[in-house]
Nanobody, 115 residues
C-alpha cells in the first residue's frame, strides 16, 4: 500500500507564498497521474491541481495562475508552489494519484492564510 507524506504547510498572511511537497513509497509518481487535493472545514475534498505522466498540468479555476504543480519522478516527489494565497485557500492539503482509485490518504498538511 502506497503511503503519502505531505509537508510544507504553515500560516501565512494573505498574499503570501508556500511550497508543499509530497513523498511516497514506491514508484507511483512515474506510473500515474498525480494530484494535489484540499479539504476545508465543512467542505468536501476537492482536486486543485493535477499533473499527467507526460507533464501537462490542469488546475481548478480558483487557483489557476497562482498555483504550480510539478513532479520529480527520480526523487518520488510531487510539489505544489502556491502564491498570492487567499483566506479561501485555507485547508488541509493532500496528494494522491489522480483519480485516487481507492488509495489511502496521508495526514495532509495544513495551510492557513490569515491576517
Amino acid at each position: 500500500q502506497v503511503q503519502f507524506v505531505e509537508s510544507g504547510g504553515g500560516v501565512v498572511q494573505p498574499g503570501g507564498s508556500l511550497r508543499l511537497s509530497c513523498a511516497a513509497s514506491g514508484s507511483i509518481f512515474s506510473r500515474y497521474d498525480m494530484g494535489w487535493y484540499r479539504q476545508a472545514p465543512g467542505k468536501q475534498r476537492e482536486l486543485v491541481a493535477a499533473i499527467i505522466l507526460g507533464g501537462s498540468t490542469n488546475y481548478a479555476e480558483s487557483v489557476k495562475g497562482r498555483f504550480t504543480i510539478s513532479r520529480d519522478n527520480a526523487k518520488n516527489t510531487v510539489s505544489l508552489e502556491m502564491s498570492s494565497l487567499k483566506p479561501e485557500d485555507t485547508a488541509v492539503y493532500y496528494c494522491n494519484s489522480a483519480p485516487p482509485m481507492g488509495r489511502s490518504w496521508g495526514q495532509g498538511t495544513q495551510v492557513t492564510a490569515s491576517s
